[in-house]
């Protein structure tokens, strides 16, 4: 069909080319291995970190506990943090002198491993360098470096964390002077003693006052009863000296023996009186009495607002100082919580042994590394066959070309 590719000359090339590509892939693995047997050789440093539970946790407040899921330690991460751009500039930073040709992050991570082959609690450190000094020294710093930033970042107690609860306890030290100070401030001004005086003063009257209204209303019905019972008598009839010895209580009971009013009865030789008298003083009396009472209730509407007005002083007073007492009380709890938590953070961050500890430093080693010739040698051959390979298709290509130019063309060939 016109327009299809035909392959089949290029897989006929391929394969009469066969001797090519694997006379290429030979060669190439060949150099391959002479190149890297005929290098520096590189002599590998290994440290391992080992990664321990903690055997005890500091906490001086029992408010402030460490959870459960900060107290085991994250195993897979530590391989990712030994190779942060974090610890690699601090290790550049304390290598000191300078390794020659170990000058970026970029360099460090070009010769830097960190893995954990068997166990996820130990970190292997591996660095490969063509001095054995140096590799040596290399990843002991890098072991030590790792240690301290990853016992830091997962305990949380590290020098910034001292200098934050440094700070914050200075704060809390001023709050805990204004909160003192403003108690002070409120006992120069605090009158509650003074209210709690007169609403006590308040209450002791509206309850005397209570009383007497109470007792005049008994005495103006009993002053009713009597009035009754003179009225139910004739006009014409005299009022003995049991009536009279009535009206004489009534009128005691009214006035008192302190009263400024006159006792209208007089005992005496006459012992009697009219009716019409009598009913005339029992009238004035229950005047008089209604009178009182009503001057009672007066003083009782007047004293109610002094006694709530005294209340809502008293009690806005107490609010106030329990307010400040409760912000005082804050303030020194928030001290004391800092204070322990900063002798917590310095405790720990003197604690050189963390739960990251360098289990085994990396000795100078004396022979250099095996080369691992097997994975250039095998890139190389394949390169070399894919390269030959390559050649021969293109070549194919160019002579199939030249074949379609040199051919005679569709009107040539009907002539003929």
């Known amino acids: 069909m016109e327009g299809e590719i035909d ?15 694997i006379g290429a892939a030979v060669l190439g693995a060949v150099l391959a291995y002479v190149v890297t047997a005929r290098g520096r050789p590189l002599y590998e440093a290994r440290a391992i970190v080992a990664v321990v539970e903690p055997r005890y946790t500091l906490e001086f407040d029992s408010r402030f506990q460490t959870t459960e899921s900060f107290r085991s330690p994250p195993y897979r991460a530590y391989p990712a943090l030994a190779t942060s751009d974090e610890i690699l500039l601090q290790l550049l930073a304390e290598l000191q002198p300078a390794i020659a040709g170990l000058q970026t992050v970029g360099d460090l991570r070009r010769v830097l491993r960190a893995d954990s082959p068997s166990d996820a609690t130990l970190v292997q450190l591996t660095t490969q360098l063509p001095d054995p000094a140096e590799a040596a020294r290399l990843v002991n710093t890098w072991a030590a470096v790792f240690a301290r930033q990853a016992n830091q970042v997962y305990s949380g107690r590290g020098a910034d ?17 204004a909160a ?12 509650s003693a003074i209210v709690a005086n007169q609403l006590k003063v308040y209450t002791q009257t509206h309850a005397a006052l209570l009383s007497e209204q109470q007792a005049m ?28 010895i009535t009206l004489l209580q009534l ?23 009219e009716v019409t008298d009598q009913e005339a003083i029992l009238a004035d009396l ?32 107490a609010a106030e100082h329990k307010r400040l007492l409760q912000a005082q009380q804050v303030a020194d709890e928030t001290y004391l919580t800092l204070a322990r938590e900063l002798d917590e953070a310095r405790i720990a961050i003197q604690d050189t042994y963390g739960h990251v500890q360098v289990a085994s430093q990396a000795a100078v080693p004396d022979q250099p590394a095996a080369r691992n010739w097997l994975v250039p040698s095998a890139a190389a051959a394949v390169a070399a066959f894919l390269l030959t390979g390559a050649a021969v298709l293109v070549s194919q290509w160019s002579k199939g070309l030249a074949a379609q130019r040199q051919a005679p063309g569709p009107a040539a060939r009907t002539h003929g």
């Open 7 to 21: 392959l089949r000359p290029y897989f006929m090339a391929l394969l009469r080319a066969w001797k090519w590509l």
């Open 161 to 177: 964390q001292v200098a934050f609860l440094e700070n914050e306890l200075s704060q809390a030290q001023v709050n805990v002077a």
């Open 180 to 191: 003192e100070q403003a108690l002070v401030a409120l006992a120069a001004e605090d009158r």
């Open 217 to 244: 209303a008994r005495l103006i019905q009993d002053i009713e009863a009597a009035h009754l019972q003179v009225g139910a008598r004739s006009t014409a009839d005299q009022v003995f000296l049991a009536d009279q």
């Open 251 to 273: 009128q005691m009971r009214a006035f008192g023996a302190e009263s400024a009013i006159p006792l209208t009865l007089q005992l005496g030789a006459d012992e009697t009186m």
């Open 286 to 317: 229950q005047a008089a009495v209604a009178e009182m009472a009503a001057a009672r209730q007066l003083d009782l509407a007047t004293l109610e607002p002094q006694i709530l007005a005294a209340q809502t002083q008293l009690q806005a007073s």
